[in-house]
């Protein structure tokens, strides 16, 4: 299915078909029934009928889901293949496998008692570096805790997310926050709250003072899951976009499961994508496992939605590989067959690298060196991050007032008290001095 440009991007092939699909419904003799009028209430248009119909989810064709590559790697429709140089394709997977490599060490660090938390990316790696490739690095991100490969991508080093996971004193948040809670206000990359959905109404916000700027050429783009879309938030955030027409790309990635709930249980209807064009925004769904495919969704939803001042709803079907984080254990509630086919007919890094092979850009003597090469870099930061000191103590209670106000003075004073007349209680040397 070819995406469509412009003011006719909403209309894709499914609603065109949800259309017929309704008016077959209504049927012309029916609408004759009931006057053949077209009703013009203040809060809708639609025509009258004289029989009346419940609608449900099944009253619809489900939105289709947009792909460039089959699973081995092959473009289907070669117009749908973008335009991207080699240099590119390569740096895209590169990042996928030092994404990969970085989850399976920092997972394990955490096992071993090194860490406190982390969360894998597995068979999400094709959303976060397709979707990150088709951005302009002055579009501003809100992302949710499952993005990391979007940092990587948008230049974070191996280094700079580790120290965040050790919270040492090369930490930018200074050890205040939890693992794999980044933030990076150089690369235009909010950080990482845990509270789901919290990031959704303040994209929109961002994304309302970017269009009172005379021509604006940036744009927000705002990752959120499919539990995140079940809080209040979300829907608050989806109808202010909509109707504050602000230049917002809200990136659901829906992976099957909010923690251990499969969307099953999560919601009715036809998924997140659903929603869109009920409350007014322009909805593509992709196929998340085929890094192309998002590639060309984001893409062609920043050239509108920065064109056009409109919002636009991307629903991105994944499936999550790993663990929801280290503080779960999915075998509770799915079963080790459904991840393994996941893990091997739909892995978004070996479609990408099929897909490499064929083009003749990549072959099995690189990927053995590139990997180890990714490999050694996690471990050797990770190493290194260990073995600096955390923050110094004060650090928990500065940055928060330009002038510290009298209460947390107070505070201050007690613990260096306290911590002069007990100080073999505290590990002190492991922690900056003043």
């Known amino acids: 299915m070819a995406l469509k440009t412009g003011a006719s991007f909403v ?29 013009k209430f203040p809060g809708a248009r639609a025509p009258y009928v004289s029989e009346m119909k419940f609608f449900n989810e099944t009253s619809y064709e489900p939105i289709p889901i947009y792909r460039v590559m089959d699973n081995n790697g092959q473009i289907i429709d ?16 590169k990042t996928m496998v030092q994404l990969s490599h970085m989850d399976k060490i920092l997972y394990e660090s955490q096992r071993q008692g090194r860490i406190s938390f982390y969360m894998t990316n597995y068979g999400e790696e094709g959303i976060h570096i397709g979707s990150a490739s088709a951005l302009s690095p002055k579009d501003l991100v809100f992302s949710q805790y499952r993005e990391v490969g979007v940092f990587l991508y948008r230049g974070m ?4 997310l580790v120290n965040q996971c050790y919270g040492n004193c090369e930490d930018p948040g200074k050890g205040r926050q939890m693992p794999v809670h980044y933030g990076s206000k150089h690369h235009n990359m909010v950080t990482i709250s845990s509270p789901l959905g919290t ?7 961002a994304a309302y003072a970017y269009k009172r700027v005379p021509n604006n050429d940036r744009c927000v783009i705002c990752y959120f899951g499919d ?7 979300a829907h608050a955030a989806f109808n202010f976009a909509a109707t504050l027409d602000c230049p917002v790309i809200m990136l ?27 409350l007014g925004l322009h909805t593509l769904r992709v196929d998340g496992t085929d890094t192309l495919a998002v590639h060309n969704a984001v893409k062609r939803a920043r050239d509108f939605t920065v064109a056009n001042n409109k919002p636009v709803l991307i629903e991105a079907m994944a499936y999550r590989v790993g663990h929801h984080s280290t503080s779960d254990d999915s075998s509770a509630y799915r079963s080790v067959e459904e991840i393994q086919k996941w893990t091997k007919d739909e892995s978004p890094l070996q479609k990408f ?29 990770m190493q290194e991050a260990e073995k600096k000191k955390k923050p110094n103590w ?41």
């Open 353 to 381: 690298k099929l897909y490499l092979e064929h083009k003749g850009y990549w072959d099995a003597e690189t990927e053995k060196a590139w990997s180890k090469e990714a490999r050694d870099t996690v471990v050797r930061t």
């Open 252 to 278: 659901c990635r829906n992976n099957g499961y909010a923690i251990s709930t499969p969307t099953s249980e999560q919601y009715r209807g036809d998924g997140i994508a659903s929603r869109g064009p009920a």
């Open 157 to 160: 080093t191996v280094t700079e």
């Open 11 to 39: 209309k894709l092939n499914a609603f065109r078909r949800a259309a017929r699909l309704l008016s077959t419904r209504t049927r012309p003799e029916t609408a004759q029934n009931g006057g053949g009028k077209i009703a």
């Open 199 to 205: 990031q959704m109404p303040q994209a929109v916000g």
């Open 394 to 434: 004060k650090e928990m209670l500065e940055d928060v007032y330009y002038e510290m106000p009298p209460r947390l003075q107070k505070q201050m004073k007690q613990m260096e008290e306290h911590l002069k007349k007990y100080p073999e209680h505290y590990p002190l040397n492991q922690h900056e001095s003043d």
């Open 227 to 233: 539990g995140a879309a079940s809080e209040g938030d």
């Open 78 to 93: 070669k117009n749908e293949e973008p335009n991207l140089d080699k240099a590119t394709l390569i740096n895209m997977y």
